[in-house]
C-alpha cells in the first residue's frame, strides 16, 4: 500500500495535535484539580421514592464538615432546587465545599451560571463535587436538563460572602441525621 | 441509460426512501423555526412554553433520527445497486424493511404530534432522547422500536446482496461504496443494539405499566451507548459522498482507495466504545471510565483528519484539472457554479469548525463550561445539521436524475439553496456558541431567569438572540428552495443524457491490502473493544436489578 508522504507528514501531525489535547485534559485534571462530577464517595444509589424521608436529603441544606470545609446536601426536584430556589443558598468564599444532589422524581440538570459548576442529578445517584468559590456575589442557578412542563422556571441562586460573615447559625446540624 | 433503467426496482425504494426523508426534512424545519422564533424570544405566538417541548421533541425525531435514517437508507441502497450491479436481491423483504421503518416512524410521530393536540390522551415530550422516568406513550417507543429494526433488515438486504455478489467474484476486492456501506451498517448494527435493548426490554414494558418503577442511569446509559456512534452513522454516508462522489464533481478523482477503506474501519473499532463522553457530568459513572472516554474520544478525531485530507487532496486534483494553479488560487477553479458541488464543500467547511468546537466537547472538563447549555445544538446544527444534512440536500440534486432519467429543475434555485444555508448556519451556529459560553442552557422555550444574569465573554445577549432568529429563519427558507426544487424535478425536468459515471481513484484497490476487506477480523476487534469499554460499568448497573433503583414514571 502506497502512502504519500504529505499524507504521512499530516498524519504524523494529528496524532501529535490529539496527544496535545489528551495532555492539557489530564493536565487539568491532576495538576488544576479540574475534577468533573463523579458518584457518592461510598459508591451508594439511594432509593428515589424514600429520599426525602429520610438520610441526609431528609434535611437539605449545608453542614459543616472537617478542617474547616462544608457539605451541600441539595435535592433537584420538580421545580425547584432545594436549598437555593427561594431562598438563595449562602456559603463562604474561599472554603472548599462539596455538593451532594440528587433527584427525587425525573432527571435534573445543575448549572452555575457563568462558572464551571455543571452536573447531572439524577434519581437514585447522588452527583459528588468539590469546589471553591473565589468571589464575593450572587451567582445564578438554572437546571438545564429538560424535567417537565415547568422546567424553564426552575432557578436559584447561590450567595458567596466573606468567610468571616458567614452565618453558622443557619447550618444544618449533623446530629439531624 | 442511466439508474432507473438499469434498476428499476431499486430506484422505486430509494425514491420511496426519500420521500419520507424530505417529507421529515420540511415538518422537522419548520420545528426549527418555530423554536428559534421562541426561545429568542422574538415571536412566541405559535405554541405555548409548554408545547414547545412537544415542537422540540418533532426537531430532534424528524431530523435526527428519521430523515436521515431514510435519507441513508434511500442513499445506501442506490450505492450498493449501482457498485454491485445488483437489483435488491427481493423485493418483497425490500418492501417489508421499508414500511416497517416508515410503519414505526408514523406511530412515533402520532404520539409526539398528539402532545400539540389539546384533549388527546397521547403524548411524547420526552425529547429525542427520551430519558425516563419522563415517560411517554407506548406508541412512541414501539414505532422508534420498529424504525431501528427496519434498518437491521436493511442492511441485511445489503448482506445479502453483497454475498450473492463475492458467489460470482471469489477474488475481487469489495467495491469502494459497497465496502463503506457495509462498514457503516457493522457500525451500526454494534450501536443500535443498545437502544434496542433500552426500549425493547425496559421502556416498552414500563409504558405499558407491566413494571411501574424505572432505574433512570441504566437506559440513559444504553442510549448513550449507542448515542455517539449514530451521529457516525449520520456522517459516514455524508463522507461516502465526500470520498465517492465530490472528488467527481470537483472534477478530478479520488486520492486513495486504501486509506478511504482505512478510516472506515477506525470508524467502526472507535465509535461506540466512547459514549461515556457524554455522561461526563453524571454521578454513578466513575472517573476512570470518563478519562477512558476522553482518550478514545480524541483519537477518533484522526479518521477524520484523514479525511480532511484526502478530501481536500482530491479537491485540488479536480481543480489542477480544471486549470487551476497555484498555492491556494486552485479554489477558484472549483465549480462554485454547481448546486451539488457547492453544498458538499460548504457542507465540508462547516464540518470542520464543528469538529473543533467538538474537541472542546471532549475534553472533560473543559466541558464543564459548556455541558447542556446552547453551545450543544450550537455544535451538532455544524455536524449532523449542515455536514450530514447540507450534504444530503447537495447530493440529491446529483442522485436525482439518475432516478427519474429527467434533469434538474430550477437550478438557479439549486445553486441559492447551499449558499443561504451556509449564511443561516453561520449566524445562528456562532451565535448559540457564545450564548452557551455565557450559560444560556439549550431545551429550554424561556432562557430568562429572575434569578440569572449572563454575562457574556463575546457580544451581547440581545446581538445573539437575533441572529439565532434570522439565521433560523434564513435556514427555512434554504429549506423551501431545497423542497421546491425537489418537488418540479421529481415528475418535470427535461430528458436528455445524465450524468451519472465515477471515475476511479489515482490509487485505487489493486493497491490495498487484502486485509482492509476481512470484516469478519474487524468486527471482532469492535466487539472486544465495547466489551472492554461497557461490561462493568453496566454490570454494576444491572446487579442491583434491572429496574432498581427505582423511580417513578413521570409521563409528559
Ligand atoms: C431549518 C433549519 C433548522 C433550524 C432553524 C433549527 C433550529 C434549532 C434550534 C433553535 C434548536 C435548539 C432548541 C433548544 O435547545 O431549545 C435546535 C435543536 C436541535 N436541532 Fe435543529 N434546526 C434546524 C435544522 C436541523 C437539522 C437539519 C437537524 C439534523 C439533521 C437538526 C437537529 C437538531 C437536534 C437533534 C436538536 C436538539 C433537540 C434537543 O435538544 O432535544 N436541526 N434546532
Ligand atoms: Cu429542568
Ligand atoms: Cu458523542
Redesign the interface.
Known amino acids: ?4 508522504r ?2 504521512k507528514l ?2 504524523g501531525l ?2 501529535f ?2 496527544a496535545c ?2 495532555g ?2 489530564m493536565f ?2 491532576t495538576v488544576l484539580d ?7 464517595r461510598s459508591g451508594k ?5 424514600t429520599v426525602m424521608a429520610e438520610g441526609p436529603f431528609s434535611n437539605p441544606g449545608v453542614r459543616e464538615a472537617e478542617n474547616g470545609e462544608y457539605d451541600v446536601y441539595m435535592l433537584a426536584q ?1 421545580f425547584l432546587f432545594r436549598p437555593s430556589s427561594g431562598q438563595p443558598l449562602v456559603l463562604p468564599k474561599g472554603k472548599r465545599v462539596t455538593f451532594h ?2 433527584s ?4 435534573h ?1 445543575f ?1 452555575v ?2 462558572t ?5 442529578a ?7 463535587f468539590t469546589t471553591i468559590f473565589p468571589k464575593t456575589g450572587t451567582y ?13 422556571t426552575m ?3 447561590i450567595k458567596v460572602v466573606p468567610a468571616s460573615e458567614y452565618d453558622e447559625s443557619n447550618l444544618v446540624s449533623t446530629s439531624a441525621n | 441509460m442511466t439508474f432507473v433503467d438499469r434498476y428499476p426496482d431499486a430506484t422505486r425504494i430509494v425514491k420511496a426512501s426519500f420521500i419520507v426523508a424530505f417529507t421529515a426534512l420540511g415538518i422537522g424545519g419548520l420545528f426549527g423555526l418555530i423554536q428559534a422564533l421562541h426561545r429568542t424570544g422574538t415571536f412566541r405566538g405559535i405554541v405555548s412554553s409548554v408545547q414547545y417541548y412537544d415542537v422540540l421533541t418533532g426537531h430532534g425525531v424528524l431530523l435526527a433520527l428519521v430523515f436521515t435514517t431514510f435519507f441513508i437508507v434511500g442513499l445506501y441502497q442506490w450505492g450498493v445497486s449501482r457498485s454491485l450491479e445488483r437489483e435488491p436481491e427481493n423485493m418483497t423483504f425490500a418492501w417489508s424493511w421499508f414500511w416497517m421503518m416508515t410503519v414505526g416512524t408514523v406511530l412515533t410521530t402520532i404520539a409526539i404530534l398528539g402532545g400539540l393536540i389539546p384533549g388527546t390522551e397521547i403524548s411524547a415530550a420526552v425529547l429525542y432522547t427520551f430519558y425516563p422516568p419522563l415517560q411517554a406513550h407506548p406508541l412512541f417507543y414501539i414505532g422508534a422500536a420498529l424504525l431501528v429494526v427496519g434498518s437491521w433488515l436493511a442492511a441485511a438486504d445489503w448482506f445479502w446482496s453483497f454475498r450473492k455478489w463475492r458467489q460470482k467474484n471469489p477474488d475481487a476486492t469489495i467495491p469502494l461504496q459497497t465496502y463503506m456501506v457495509l462498514f457503516t451498517m457493522l457500525m451500526w448494527y454494534v450501536c443500535s443494539i443498545g437502544v434496542a435493548l433500552e426500549v425493547v426490554v425496559l421502556l416498552i414494558p414500563w409504558s405499558l405499566g407491566l413494571v411501574t418503577n424505572i432505574d433512570p442511569l441504566l437506559p440513559r446509559t444504553l442510549f448513550w451507548y449507542f448515542g455517539h456512534a449514530v451521529v457516525y452513522f449520520w456522517l459516514l454516508p455524508a463522507y461516502f459522498v465526500w470520498y465517492s462522489i465530490l472528488p467527481k464533481l470537483s472534477g478530478g478523482r479520488l486520492f486513495s482507495d486504501s486509506l478511504t477503506r482505512i478510516v472506515f474501519i477506525l470508524f467502526l473499532l472507535l465509535s461506540t466504545p466512547i459514549g461515556f463522553h457524554h455522561q461526563y457530568a453524571d454521578p454513578g459513572i466513575t472517573l476512570g471510565y470518563k478519562i477512558w472516554a476522553v482518550i478514545s474520544t480524541l483519537l477518533i478525531l484522526l479518521p477524520s483528519l484523514m479525511t480532511a485530507f484526502t478530501v481536500i487532496s482530491s479537491m485540488e486534483h479536480g481543480a489542477r484539472q480544471r486549470g487551476g494553479s497555484g498555492y491556494f488560487a486552485w479554489m477558484g477553479a472549483l465549480p462554485w457554479n454547481r448546486p451539488a458541488f457547492v453544498g458538499c464543500a460548504l457542507a465540508g467547511i462547516m464540518f470542520a469548525a464543528g469538529g473543533f468546537s467538538g474537541m472542546i466537547n471532549a475534553s472533560l472538563n473543559i466541558d464543564m463550561l459548556i455541558h447542556n447549555t446552547a453551545w450543544i445544538p450550537g455544535h451538532f446544527h455544524l455536524t449532523v445539521g449542515t455536514a450530514s444534512a447540507l450534504t444530503f440536500m447537495a447530493i440529491t440534486y446529483w442522485i436525482l436524475p439518475q432516478l427519474t432519467g429527467r434533469n434538474l429543475k430550477f437550478k438557479k434555485l439549486a445553486l441559492a439553496q447551499p449558499y443561504t444555508w451556509f449564511a443561516g448556519m453561520t449566524l445562528m451556529s456562532n451565535a448559540l456558541h457564545r450564548a452557551g459560553l455565557a450559560g444560556i442552557p439549550r431545551r429550554v422555550s424561556e432562557p430568562e431567569y429572575r434569578t440569572v444574569t449572563y454575562d457574556p465573554p463575546f457580544g451581547t445577549v440581545s446581538e445573539m438572540q437575533w441572529q439565532v432568529a434570522l439565521g433560523g429563519t434564513i435556514l427555512f427558507i434554504s429549506l423551501i428552495f431545497f423542497l421546491v426544487v425537489v418537488v418540479a424535478s421529481w415528475r418535470g425536468g427535461e430528458e436528455g443524457p445524465i450524468d451519472d459515471t465515477l471515475p476511479a481513484p489515482l490509487s485505487g484497490p489493486e493497491h490495498s491490502p487484502k486485509i482492509l476487506d476481512n470484516m469478519k477480523l474487524w468486527i471482532g476487534i469492535a466487539i472486544v473493544l465495547v466489551l472492554l469499554a461497557y461490561t462493568l460499568p453496566l454490570a454494576d448497573m444491572v446487579m442491583d436489578g434491572l429496574f432498581s433503583p427505582g423511580a417513578p414514571p413521570s409521563p409528559v
Request: glycine share 14%.
Open positions: 500500500m502506497h502512502i504519500h504529505f499524507e499530516w498524519i494529528s496524532l495535535l490529539i489535547f489528551i492539557i485534559v487539568g485534571f479540574l475534577k468533573v462530577p463523579g458518584g457518592d444509589t439511594v432509593d428515589p421514592k420538580k444532589i440528587t427525587p422524581d425525573v432527571i440538570g448549572e451560571v457563568g464551571n459548576i455543571n452536573a447531572m439524577i434519581p437514585g445517584q447522588i452527583a459528588t445564578g442557578v438554572i437546571c438545564h436538563e429538560y424535567c417537565g412542563a415547568a422546567h424553564h432557578q436559584g441562586q
